[in-house]
């Protein structure tokens, strides 16, 4: 596609759930990455995929937390028995190999609100 | 320990004028740096990325400059207009293991 695109924009769960988050890279950008952002912070780094590399999750906050992506291509972040401390936005973003030449593009992000 | 600093207050700049903002870093050694511009409710967009063997890298009205014995780049808008209001992000990539750590930002308005 033209962008990175992430559904939902926005998800409401009760504490407790589990969700999914779905990021659509741009294709042929063999470089994915998980951040969340929180109100008033910075963004931090969660996971990052590239080509058929095992991923790096160094910044995955617990183990409620994993990530997955298929055929190189559309990624899923899913967090198990969700808390309220997960509420935040998910951005994914994707680049050509190590995005140092053109940067990441980022999609807009997943709000999940966690009541 | 490890810090990215922007500077955490709103900067405003009166149209027309240059605004300029500041990423200061402690204890890391990037080997390049990105500084990118956030709408609200919008995911980061990539503005300019400068290497370390660089002092300058400019871009239409974008100006960033790059000193790695400060530690500190700077972020230049020439003629800003008011298109230019939105939080402006700083990243290292410290080459080693292929991610960037992002500053918390700084919010610029330009007043019309």
């Known amino acids: 596609g033209a962008g990175v695109s992430q559904s939902p924009s926005n998800k409401v769960t009760e504490k407790g759930k589990d969700v999914e988050l779905r990021c659509d890279p741009i294709?042929?950008?063999?470089?994915l990455y998980w951040y969340r952002q929180s109100l008033g912070q910075g963004l931090e780094f969660l996971i990052y995929?590239?080509?058929?590399?095992?991923?790096?999750k160094s910044g995955l906050p617990s183990d409620r937390f994993s990530a997955e992506r298929t055929g190189g291509s559309v990624s899923t972040l899913t967090i198990q028995r969700t808390q309220q401390e997960d509420s935040a936005v998910y951005l994914c973003?994707?680049?050509?190999?190590?995005?140092?030449?053109?940067?990441?593009?980022f999609g807009s992000g997943t709000r999940l609100t966690v009541v | 320990s490890q810090k990215i600093e922007q500077n955490s207050e709103a900067l405003n700049i009166q149209e027309g004028k240059t605004a300029t903002l500041t990423c200061n870093y402690t204890?890391?050694?990037?080997?390049?740096l990105q500084w990118y511009r956030q709408d609200p409710g919008r995911g980061p967009v990539f503005l300019l990325l400068?290497?370390?063997?660089?002092k300058e890298k400019r871009k239409e009205r974008l100006k960033v400059t790059f000193d790695t014995t400060l530690k500190q780049s700077l972020f230049h808008i020439t003629a800003s207009q008011p298109a230019d209001s939105a939080t402006y992000l700083c990243?290292?990539?410290?080459?080693?293991?292929?991610?960037?750590?992002f500053g918390k930002g700084t919010r610029l308005h330009i007043l019309p």
């Open positions: 294709s042929g950008h063999t470089a």
């Open positions: 973003a994707s680049s050509l190999d190590t995005g140092r030449g053109s940067g990441y593009t």
């Open positions: 204890n890391y050694s990037p080997a390049y």
């Open positions: 400068i290497r370390e063997n660089e």
């Open positions: 990243a290292l990539d410290m080459q080693r293991d292929d991610k960037i750590i």
């Open positions: 995929f590239q080509g058929n590399s095992a991923p790096d």
